[in-house]
Structures are given as structure tokens and as C-alpha cells.
């Protein structure tokens, strides 16, 4: 076994470092172990085919499509900047009010995307500029706004908490419930911080808005503000299911963008399609690999030699070790590869673990999303550095250069709901207990 776990483990990364799509990988290491290791002597390779289209058959997973096309619609539209001066009417002029706008609007439009690179692109290309004519360094907008977008992650709808679901069984509307209040702490954590930084960096107040101004941004922004209210809301009182709002949001977004705010044309509509279809493809091909890869490690019984073997967990584990041991592995692989992969290879791997201890499988899926968010924006190869290099156009370094304490205050947070599981389950269980 020892044998089989480090051949999958050298093919995995070498050909990651050759620079092969991270689909060819996860399949190329489960090929090798079903042609040359005793444990599959009757398994045919077509069985990895089969695992692949098991792994994108879940009809949660409609829900996928249909929230990326509802972003894409939304990104390309109004609705970002509606909700930004909504945020910037009421706190701008206050100390430190500038970044909060920022991390308030990330939060925002997270509860409309679910994705933390559309939260990037959307709420950073109208808001850096702003921060650095502000006085506020450019290494602290770009940090702030790259760590604020992991709260996108949290609040639902998350595509991160609806590929956990499916992988591992547990109810999605549960798991968006439960990302409200670790996301919410970040919030105040980031906009704590942003108080502080105004005052190290003596950035002088800004005017207030008037309370026209004011009454005009409310007005502007109620109808994008009803976007999370919808899917949230539909999906608590019994309206409809995850899968039914995810629909939903797309006839919502559609309405607003094409109808009312008449921001985009039927002409863009392709163009929309086209990267919604990219980004879909993406994802569950990805998806379709992690589950073939999956079921080889569960065949072999790879999860219990890596998690006792590794992390030193066995049946007598507690849940604070467990849950701390999920926290490393995902946040720890989430700085080389992508956040999805992340989730796809190692919920099979904690999960038994995790139920042999009596962890709530919600709050794993909350801790593990919450350590997928923190690892999509921290080096070396956080996806959303990346993103925010091609939107800022500035040096990789420059773009690290703040992002330390961001870091400290996302990992506090991880922390505190770890030891503090009420943090995310408070929520969950006042709706479904």
C-alpha cells in the first residue's frame, strides 16, 4: 500500500510541475495504480470512465451552471457598482470607511457570484483606484481586496460548499446556512482592521454623502440586493430547493441586466454563454477526475494509511484534533493547486475520520471551505493572486506584499470556529432542528 500511495503521489506531481492541466494528473496517477499495483488486478481501466461519469451525474450539481451564469450575467452588468455606492454612501466618509466598502461589497457580490475570482474582477477594477487616490497604499487595496473576496466562498451561494455537498453527501442548503456566520466574522475581522490601517496611514476623512445621495444609492441598489435575498430566502422558507434557486437567480439576473437596467444587450448574450459553458466545463471535468481518482484511493484503502500514517489519526482521534488535521491539509493544498481539486481529493480521505470521531459533517464542510477560500488567495499559487496579477496588471511580489495581515485575521477566524463550532452551526440548527 505504502508503495501504490507514493507512486500516485510522484506521477501527481510530476506532471503538475510539467505544467499538465490538473485533470490529466488525478487520472494519469489513477490509471497507473489500476495497471500495476495487485489491489486492482480485476479492474478493468474503463472503470475509470465509469467513476468519471458517476462523479458529474448528482443533480445538485445543476446548481453549478446555473449560478456561474447568473454571475457572469450580474458581473458584466450593474449590479457591482449599485451595491457599491449603496456601501460607500453610508460608510465612505468614515475612517477607514473606503476598505470597508470594500470588504462589504465583497461581500455582497460573493452572495450574488458564490465565486471568489468574479469577486475580484468585479469589486476590484472600480475600487483599487479609488483606495490608492484615497492615500491608502496600492499593496493594501490589492491585498484587501483579494482576502476580502474569500468571504464570497462562505456566503451563499458558494460553488466551493455545492461540490463539497456532492462529494460527500451532505445536505447544500444546510451548508449554505452555516457559511453565514464564519463569513460574517471575517467581515467584521477584515473591517476592524481596515479602522486600524486608516489611522496607520493617515488617510484623512472623506465628506459624508448626502442624504440624497444616500436615498438615490438605497434606491439603485434594492433590486440587486434581492438577488441573495431570493436564493437565501427561497431556499428556507421551502420555496424551492438549491438547485430550483440557482434557476431562479438566472431569470433574476436576466431580468434586471437585459429588462430593467437594460446595462447589456441580446447581442452579449453569446459571449456570456460562452464563458459560462468554459467555466462549467471546468469544473466537471474536474469534478468527473477527482472522482475516479477518488474511488481508487477509497479501493485501496489509501484514506486510512494517509490520515493514520500522516496526521496521526486513528479511532480514538478526537474531533478538535480531526478537525484541526482537515484544516492544515486543505489550507496547505490549496496554496499549490485549485480549490475544487482540493475538495475533491481530500473529503474521501478525512471523511471516515471525521465520522468516527462524530464530527458534524456540516461543520467539516464549513472548515473545509473556509480553509479553500483562505488557500485560493496565499502563495505560492493561490488562484486569486493570479486573477488579481491579470486584473491590476502588477508584479506577483507587489501583490503578496499586504496580504500578511489579511492572513493572520482569516486564519484567527478558521480558528475561532473551529473551537467554536456554534459560530457556523447556530444558524443551521435554529433553521433545521
Not at 469534478?287 to 484514506?303: D, K, M, R
Not at 471516515?352 to 471551505?369: E, H, N, Q, S
Request: aromatic share 8%; with cysteine.
Amino acid at each position: 500500500m505504502t508503495a501504490l500511495a507514493i507512486t500516485m503521489a510522484v506521477v501527481l506531481i510530476a506532471l503538475l510541475l510539467l505544467g499538465y492541466p490538473m485533470k490529466v494528473p488525478l487520472l494519469a496517477s489513477a490509471l497507473a495504480a489500476l495497471l500495476f499495483f495487485e489491489p486492482f488486478r480485476y479492474a478493468s481501466p474503463e472503470v475509470l470512465v465509469q467513476q468519471w461519469i458517476t462523479g458529474i451525474t448528482p443533480a445538485a450539481l445543476i446548481a453549478v451552471p446555473m449560478f456561474v451564469l447568473a454571475a457572469e450575467i450580474m458581473t458584466r452588468g450593474q449590479a457591482a457598482d449599485r451595491l457599491l455606492d449603496v456601501v460607500m454612501g453610508f460608510v465612505g466618509h468614515r475612517r477607514g470607511g473606503l476598505p470597508i466598502t470594500a470588504a462589504v461589497s465583497c461581500t455582497l457580490f460573493g452572495a450574488i457570484s458564490g465565486s471568489t475570482q468574479a469577486t475580484v474582477v468585479a469589486i476590484g477594477s472600480p475600487l483599487r483606484p479609488r483606495l490608492v487616490r484615497a492615500g491608502y497604499p496600492d499593496s493594501f487595496a490589492m491585498a484587501l481586496i483579494v482576502n476580502a473576496s474569500d468571504i464570497a466562498l462562505l456566503i451563499p451561494p458558494s460553488i466551493g460548499m455545492i461540490v463539497y455537498g456532492v462529494v460527500s453527501g451532505t445536505s447544500i442548503g444546510e451548508l449554505f446556512l452555516a457559511g453565514i456566520g464564519p463569513g460574517l466574522l471575517v467581515l467584521v475581522l477584515i473591517c476592524a482592521y481596515c479602522r486600524v490601517a486608516s489611522v496607520r496611514f493617515r488617510v484623512p476623512e472623506q465628506p459624508p454623502a448626502s442624504r440624497e445621495d444616500r436615498r438615490r444609492a438605497v434606491a439603485r441598489a434594492l433590486l440587486p440586493a434581492g438577488f441573495p435575498v431570493i436564493v437565501v430566502g427561497g431556499i428556507y422558507s421551502g420555496i424551492f430547493s438549491p438547485t430550483e434557486a440557482a434557476a431562479v437567480s438566472v431569470l433574476y439576473a436576466a431580468v434586471l441586466e437585459f429588462g430593467l437596467f437594460r446595462e447589456l444587450r441580446p447581442r452579449q448574450i453569446v459571449d456570456i454563454a460562452r464563458s459560462t459553458a468554459l467555466v462549467t466545463a471546468v469544473v466537471f471535468v474536474l469534478v468527473g477526475a477527482g472522482q475516479a481518482f477518488s474511488w481508487v484511493l477509497s479501493y485501496a484503502e489509501l484514506p486510512r494509511l494517509l490520515v493514520e500514517g500522516v496526521f496521526g489519526l486513528d479511532e480514538g482521534s478526537g474531533q478538535l484534533h480531526v478537525l484541526l488535521a482537515i484544516a492544515l491539509a486543505t489550507f496547505v493544498g490549496c496554496m499549490f493547486v485549485d480549490p475544487i481539486v482540493v475538495i475533491l481529493i481530500l473529503t474521501p480521505i478525512f471523511a471516515p475520520a471525521a465520522a468516527r470521531a462524530g464530527v458534524d459533517p456540516v461543520l467539516v464542510g464549513t472548515v473545509v471551505t473556509m480553509q479553500v477560500a483562505i488557500g485560493s488567495a496565499t502563495p505560492p499559487f493561490g488562484c486569486d493572486i493570479f486573477t488579481a496579477i491579470a486584473i491590476f496588471r502588477r508584479p506577483y511580489l507587489e501583490i503578496l506584499r499586504g496580504t500578511p495581515p489579511f492572513l493572520a485575521l482569516l486564519l484567527v477566524s478558521s480558528l475561532a470556529v473551529i473551537l467554536v463550532p456554534d459560530i457556523a452551526l447556530f444558524l443551521r440548527d435554529l433553521a433545521f432542528r
